[in-house]
């Protein structure tokens, strides 16, 4: 306990800081261009912006006409049909009957429900 005491009264910080603490007096709050930006310009507007700029693909003019891109803001339909090609299938359902998905037994469900431990029980 003693020798605790002893370290603490004589611990100095590895930091020395310079003079006090100041916030400026002026702060120039006016939007610039990031240093490492192509172009080291602002873009005139957000929605200008945004018909260039990508996130998983181009965000431009679909975003634009409709809310939630160009795939998810319209129901499936509206895409039109879609067929799988010759040799491709859905789900494995359609696919001969070997390949089918297996039925869970009772034994399986209960031992997924207990987290393993009626298996041991």
């Given at each position: 306990?003693?020798l605790t005491r002893v370290?603490?009264?004589?611990?100095?910080?590895?930091?020395?800081?310079?003079?006090?603490?100041?916030?400026?007096?002026?702060?120039?709050?006016?939007?610039?261009?990031?240093?490492?930006?192509?172009?080291?310009?602002?873009?005139?507007?957000?929605?200008?912006?945004?018909?260039?700029?990508?996130?998983?693909?181009?965000?431009?003019?679909?975003?634009?006409?409709?809310?939630?891109?160009?795939?998810?803001?319209?129901?499936?339909?509206?895409?039109?049909?879609?067929?799988?090609?010759?040799g491709e299938y859905w789900?494995?359902?359609?696919?001969?009957?070997?390949?089918?998905?297996?039925?869970?037994?009772?034994?399986?469900?209960?031992?997924?429900?207990?987290?393993?431990?009626?298996?041991?029980?």
């Amino acid at each position: 306990m003693r020798l605790t005491r002893v370290l603490l009264q004589k611990r100095q910080p590895l930091i020395k800081f310079l003079g006090k603490r100041h916030t400026p007096k002026q702060v120039d709050h006016t939007p610039h261009a990031h240093p490492a930006s192509p172009t080291h310009e602002l873009p005139e507007s957000f929605a200008s912006y945004r018909t260039r700029a990508q996130q998983h693909g181009p965000l431009g003019a679909a975003q634009t006409a409709q809310p939630y891109g160009a795939i998810g803001g319209r129901p499936g339909r509206a895409l039109g049909p879609v067929e799988p090609k010759k040799g491709e299938y859905w789900d494995r359902n359609e696919l001969p009957k070997r390949f089918h998905r297996t039925r869970w037994t009772a034994a399986e469900m209960e031992a997924l429900e207990s987290g393993g431990a009626s298996m041991f029980g």
